[in-house]
């Protein structure tokens, strides 16, 4: 299959996620992903709060290691916008999926139907939320996909909608060109408002440096984000959650856990949409 052919399908499948609801969607190359920065520093983070999943590692890899299917070539990577007036598409109810989740699914379940039909012999792999089971580092893939860039806030941050976006993720058997990177950046010029809206203080004190790992892509950009203060807080949520009714999501009295956003909400980027 040349080139031509190849860019013609990835436009096509790109078409098709924001026909089934995708927001944003682009394409990335898995060989750009392979051993990316967020894989390399895994091994060396200061501290793995949260990371339970390691108990549940269905891959058989190495706890934060990425499993690529033998015949994975691109990733497509989506996004359905999360504005400020609709937080509900974030909240847990109980241990139901968020409504943002179902969304994202079912755009993931639409184009696996599309691709059965209309592209037979083309295989097509959904990847899960976290590595640990089978799933990508969504924010690198997304930054090599043109989606957007990694902000100071350790999001991703797009031209769109800053980083108040949701992300998922697909591989697939056909080596689709890459949409991006894309030449963005909205954090050179802002005053970090986002950052210093964090009530943990996760980013006040350099963690990383590129001298101790090696590496030029450090967490917050500058290697100020600490996982384990920004952990601490959704724990907090978690323990703190109210009982309620979310009717869209389940019929029966939850606990609804609403995880803190601050550094997403602050975010001067896209904040017009």
């Known amino acids: 299959m040349n080139q031509e052919e190849l860019t013609r399908i990835r436009d096509d499948l790109l078409r098709k996620l924001k026909e089934l609801g995708a927001d944003l969607a682009g394409a990335a190359s898995v060989d750009a992903l392979r051993n990316g920065p967020s894989e390399q520093l895994f091994p060396n983070m200061?501290?793995?709060?949260?990371?339970?999943?390691?108990?549940?590692?269905?891959?058989?890899?190495?706890?934060?290691?990425?499993?690529?299917?033998?015949?994975?070539?691109?990733?497509?990577?989506?996004?359905?916008?999360?504005?400020?007036?609709?937080?509900?598409?974030?909240?847990?109810?109980?241990?139901?999926?968020?409504?943002?989740?179902?969304?994202?699914?079912?755009i993931s379940k639409g184009l696996r139907a599309y691709i059965k039909e209309l592209y037979p012999g083309v295989h097509l792999y959904?990847?899960?939320?976290?590595?640990?089971?089978?799933?990508?580092?969504?924010?690198?893939?997304?930054?090599?996909?043109?989606?957007?860039?990694?902000?100071?806030?350790?999001?991703?941050?797009?031209?769109?909608?800053?980083?108040?976006v949701r992300l998922r993720a697909m591989t697939i058997s056909l080596p689709l060109p890459a949409t991006g990177p894309i030449d963005y950046d909205p954090c050179a010029s802002c005053e970090k408002t986002c950052i210093r809206s964090c009530p943990m203080h996760s980013f006040d004190e350099v963690i990383y440096t590129k001298e101790e790992t090696g590496l030029e892509h450090l967490p917050g950009r500058n290697g100020r984000y600490y996982r384990a203060a920004c952990n601490q807080m959704m724990l907090y949520n978690e323990e703190h959650a109210k009982e309620g009714l979310m009717p869209e999501v389940c019929d029966h009295p939850e606990k609804i856990i609403k995880y803190c956003r601050g550094c997403e909400l602050n975010c001067i980027a896209g904040a017009d949409r």
């Open 46 to 106: 200061k501290d793995h709060t949260r990371d339970h999943f390691a108990g549940e590692i269905t891959t058989g890899l190495p706890h934060g290691q990425v499993f690529w299917e033998e015949d994975a070539e691109a990733v497509l990577v989506f996004a359905v916008a999360h504005p400020k007036d609709q937080p509900q598409l974030d909240w847990w109810c109980g241990e139901i999926d968020p409504p943002g989740n179902k969304r994202l699914l079912a």
């Open 126 to 164: 959904s990847k899960r939320y976290h590595v640990e089971r089978g799933g990508v580092y969504l924010k690198e893939a997304a930054v090599q996909a043109g989606l957007g860039c990694i902000g100071y806030n350790n999001l991703l941050v797009t031209p769109e909608y800053g980083p108040r």
